[in-house]
């Protein structure tokens, strides 16, 4: 009904009634350019929200994940522990493997989550590092995510 309502426009605002649209993906300016990606998944699993694109293909050939204690919609601090990045160029090997910049200011909001309509809403900015021992030039030192966006449908 309330659904119907924010819809049809009547006796209701869209945006005190209704969630965001949920695209189950991420969108970002990565190094200077548009980023996204439309085939994220969500999970939580007792209290742990992992948010995850790990697609691998000839055309999307890099992996990102967020995971944290969920603790509702509130600001998190990001470590190490909190995010995985990495990609493998044009599926060549091996695997790269990106970590937090410890001395940039990243961060992970949580601006909306409904468990019973299944989805959670966001945004981020981080910068991640290659590992050092990695000494292929192919592959970028750095890797940010600026005004990264989020809508992810939660798997049940």
Known sequence: MGLLCCMAGFSCIPEKCCAPPV???FSATKNGSEWQVFNATGRIRQDTLTLADTTIDPQHSEALVFKFKLNGV???????????YGYVLQMDNPYV??????GYANAFKLTFYDTAAGFVAGS??????????????????SVT???GAFNIHLSK
């Not at 509130?74 to 995985?84: G, H, P, R």
Request: no cysteine; glycine share 2%; hydrophobic share 30%.
């Open 97 to 102: 493997h990106y970590t937090l910049d410890p």
């Open 145 to 147: 995510f600026l005004n």
């Open 74 to 84: 509130a600001d998190y601090t990001l470590d190490a522990t909190n995010v995985a």
């Open 23 to 25: 695209l189950s993906g």
């Open 124 to 141: 981020f900015d981080i910068k991640l590092n290659k590992d050092p021992s990695n000494t292929d030039t192919r592959y970028p030192a």
